[in-house]
């Protein structure tokens, strides 16, 4: 085993790097409150799965959503649960955001040099309000319909230019088909790189900046 | 987090691992338990086909609960406030936090303003609950 990883080693260079990332050195006196960024990344993984499970069933069209999902909660196997974790890491995910920026605020980890990983934290949050708001229209019943109706309308009330972001939001002036695609799209590809993207800088500044000593 | 020093042994400096990545992995064990627990007592209901003809109370998911609750208090122009300009200074106070936490008082600033966000959020949250559960006690 040693000898594979040598020769895989000395093609990718993995040790050397991660040698220095693993054994670095931490501080003192952390609580377990320092764990709920790590558990926010714990849901974000769980979202991932059941979301990459749930792609292979679902079909974003117009006829097909609703009838798609009541084949995943009712003849899959095990679909319900995939679906219910699916949901339920979207709330706990969400949670763990919220006591995880309470914790920073309170050991004050957000000072130079640390100002723009709480920029970038508060980015991750609202990726993560906006990944939720997308994937409640999937489900495509009446809850969803009319939840999606109030909060694309939002975006009308902008003086000027407020109908014509809402048609590019809907991709047509009331929710239809189109709407679906659109935020099935936005849900499963854009958001996700997004969030991929602001989780790196996030982890990375965190890797060098080291976690901030308690107050 | 515990300590696992034995007395009378030289203390050594914790590191990301094994020490502080075995805890996390611990809490993140916990935390999948528990989500799993949750998601199989309480699975989602799958709700009714959108019939358009059928009056339908618009309900989000609890984290909305608190910009559906401040969009009642802006009817028709005002909307724009509740809908655009409000939800836009929560977020950008929310971000500056830290330069807001500058100089002389900053920390005290930065207390009001991260406390007041908070207050605002769970304020509007419990009204909104409120206001689904007892809806007679709003009229």
């Not at chain 2, 769970?122 to 909104?128: A, D, G």
Request: some cysteine; aromatic content about 18%; glycine content about 6%.
């Amino acid at each position: 085993m040693g000898k594979l990883f040598d020769r895989f080693d000395a093609r990718f260079h993995v040790r050397r790097p991660h040698k220095r990332f693993l054994q670095r050195r931490i501080p003192e006196g952390l609580n377990y409150t320092y764990c709920f960024g790590g558990l926010a990344l714990t849901f974000f993984i769980v979202l991932a799965v059941t979301g990459l499970m749930l792609s292979v069933y679902y079909i974003p069209s117009e006829k097909e959503a609703y009838r798609s999902i009541l084949v995943i909660n009712d003849e899959i196997f095990l679909g319900w649960l995939v679906r219910s974790l699916h949901k339920w890491a979207a709330s706990f995910f969400i949670v763990m955001i919220i006591l995880h920026t309470i914790r920073v605020f309170v050991t004050r980890s957000y000072r130079p040099p640390r100002e723009l990983n709480w920029i970038v934290g508060c980015c991750t949050f609202l990726v993560a309000m906006a990944s939720a708001f997308t994937g409640y229209l999937l489900t495509w019943d009446q809850r969803a319909y009319w939840a999606t109706e109030v909060g694309t309308a939002m975006i009308q009330t902008i003086p000027l230019i407020g109908d014509h972001l809402m048609y590019a939001v809907r991709g047509s002036a009331e929710i239809s088909g189109k709407t679906l695609i659109r935020f099935y799209s936005i849900h499963v590809l854009f958001l996700p790189l997004c969030m991929g993207f602001l989780m790196w800088m996030h982890f990375h500044m965190v890797k060098r900046q080291g976690i901030a000593r308690r107050l | 987090m515990a300590d696992l020093q034995t007395d009378g042994q030289p203390k050594r400096a914790k590191q990301f691992y094994p020490d502080y990545l075995a805890e996390i992995l611990f809490a993140a064990l916990v935390a999948f338990q528990l989500l799993l627990i949750v998601a199989m007592l309480w699975p989602p209901s799958t709700g009714r086909a959108i019939d358009l003809t059928r009056q339908f109370l618009p309900r989000a998911e609890w984290y909305f609960f608190w910009l559906f609750e401040v969009l009642l208090y802006f009817p028709g122009k005002s909307a724009f406030i509740g809908a655009v300009v409000f939800p836009l200074v929560y977020f950008m106070l929310l971000m500056f936090i830290p330069f807001i936490d500058q100089g002389r008082n900053g920390r005290f600033k930065a207390k009001i303003v991260a406390w007041s966000l908070l207050f605002l959020f769970v304020f509007f949250t419990i009204l909104r609950v409120l206001r689904d559960t007892w809806p007679n006690l709003f009229s």
